[in-house]
């Protein structure tokens, strides 16, 4: 018997308790949560202060130079997916969630201290974007050896909820920067914000990063890697092996989180805080009351993201994805016509009609994609996966809708790429067959093999 064949059980024989699980749970909510507030924080401040305080020097474009800023991090999460992929394949994936934490803790809380334009010239941006590269590494490791602790510990028929887990790591992440960058601008409203009130968002960090860390420490490595490491069966180059043997599925599975990600980081990414409060723009409302809404919608997120989890376990996670990709595309047609009626109220709605179907297409994600790849190279395969479809989608996103708004002076045609982006997700997931319950374990390693892409046979 494989040590996951039936989900419950370790490598030793040992069935893994209830208390087991929760602890594992617990420490990848909070982890992911830790991270996603560090990642978000900075997407947050772009809208709101550093075109401002870094860019604005530097022309007329200072607002799209900024949000490029959030793009430059995720053309570095490859690196970080290729690092912690080798390394979580080799060396497990409890050290490398702790060494992303760690790193993404420490270029967080470095920008909170950073000085700006007028004080050390070109010198503040360049700094700027090379700690946000540092995040982009540490987010590139992160996600997957997340999604893996959660999942590969997870009851065969659990494996849906307990991989949502993870995936309300970015709504939490996302609700804690908006609520407290929101706090910060009643404790220093106008121009102290500006001084010094946006810095302690990210100097907050630092005891965020302590907790997280001190309850990763408490959790067992992954049981499916226990069992490679014991056998000798780790991959020796685990990332050659998964491009010579399942390029096309890491492309169209990357597609997959593209169609969520571009959708996403209209708010991750700082969009719409920095379109909504625009004091030169069509809307120009406070910033307090566009951060609140935003955390709103961040609640929302949540509970659709768990609900979702949930429900992929009973209908399966492709139907769930169809399912959120129709409720997605409704939600971007309503997105723009809601936020640009200058109510706060209604922008509101927009946002939490939006992330119904982002989060039916985010709370599978993590059970979707530890089942597409074998069990001897899957950090590999979810973490590559994860930030090329990052890129794809998120990356560039709030660049594409500010260049596409100053072009034409409307948001009819943001909401056109959004919905082509949700198409294609909902492509690339009709390509793909239900891997719902295939055992994970290393014994099944043939099964794991044979190509979830309809129409083409073993890998």
């Given amino acids: 018997m494989s040590g996951q064949s039936q989900g419950g059980f370790t490598p030793t024989g040992t069935i893994a308790t209830a208390a087991d699980r929760r602890r594992v749970v617990f420490a990848t909510v909070v982890g992911t949560t830790v991270e996603w507030y560090d990642f978000f924080i900075y997407a947050t401040a772009v809208g709101l202060v550093f075109g401002q305080l870094f860019f604005e020097p530097l022309g007329a474009n200072s607002a799209l130079i900024a949000f490029a800023t959030v793009g430059v991090s995720f053309l570095f999460r490859p690196l970080g997916a290729f690092l912690a992929g080798h390394y979580g394949d080799k060396l ?7 060494w992303t934490l760690i790193l993404m803790g420490a270029a967080t809380a470095l920008i909170g201290v950073l000085p700006t334009y007028q004080t050390i010239g070109i010198a503040a941006p360049i700094l700027l974007v090379l700690l946000r590269i540092l995040q982009g590494i540490s987010a ?3 996600w997957g050896g997340a999604v893996l602790m959660a999942v590969e510990h997870a009851p065969r028929t659990k494996r849906g909820i307990f991989g949502a887990s993870p995936q309300i790591g970015v709504p939490l992440g996302l609700l804690l920067a908006s609520g407290v960058m929101a706090l910060m601008t009643v404790i220093a409203p106008g121009d102290q914000f500006l001084e010094w009130g946006w810095r302690i968002p990210f100097l907050l960090s630092v005891v965020l990063i302590l907790v997280g860390y001190y309850v990763r420490r408490k959790v067992e490595e992954s049981p499916v890697f226990t069992e490679l490491a014991a056998r000798k069966e780790k991959a020796r180059m685990p990332i050659v092996q998964l491009f010579r043997k399942h390029a096309l599925l890491v492309i169209i599975a990357a597609f997959v989180f593209a169609g969520n990600n571009a959708v996403g980081y209209m708010t991750t990414g700082g969009y719409i805080q920095g379109y909504a ?11 307090g009351p566009v951060l609140w809404a935003v955390a709103g919608s961040a609640v929302t997120w949540l509970l ?6 949930w429900i992929c376990d009973r209908i399966g996670r492709r139907t769930t994805y169809i399912i959120g990709w129709v409720l997605q595309l409704i939600g971007v047609f309503a997105l723009f016509p809601l936020v640009n009626t200058g109510e706060v109220g209604l922008l509101f709605t927009g946002l939490a009609i939006l992330t119904i179907g982002l989060g039916f297409t985010y709370g599978p994600q993590a059970a979707l994609y530890t089942e597409l790849f074998p069990a001897s190279i899957r950090f590999s395969g979810v973490s590559i996966s994860y930030a090329i479809g990052a890129i794809a989608g998120g990356a ?3 660049t594409i809708a500010t260049a596409i708004v100053q072009a034409t002076g409307s948001t009819q045609a943001v909401t056109w790429y ?7 997700g909902l492509v690339a997931t009709l390509l793909l067959r239900d891997r719902s319950g295939i055992p994970l374990g290393p014994d099944h390693e043939d099964e794991q093999s044979v190509s979830p892409i309809y129409g083409v046979a073993k890998a």
Avoid: S
């Avoid at 659709?304 to 989890?309: D, E, N, P, R, S």
């Avoid at 959004?418 to 294609?424: E, F, H, I, K, S």
């Fill in 304 to 309: 659709t993201t768990l609900f979702a989890g």
């Fill in 140 to 142: 590139g490791g992160e």
């Fill in 277 to 287: 409060t625009n004091p030169e723009g069509p809307i120009g409302l406070e910033r």
């Fill in 92 to 98: 497990g994936r409890k050290t490398v969630l702790m």
């Fill in 418 to 424: 959004l919905a082509g982006m949700t198409v294609l």
């Fill in 396 to 398: 560039f996103a709030p």
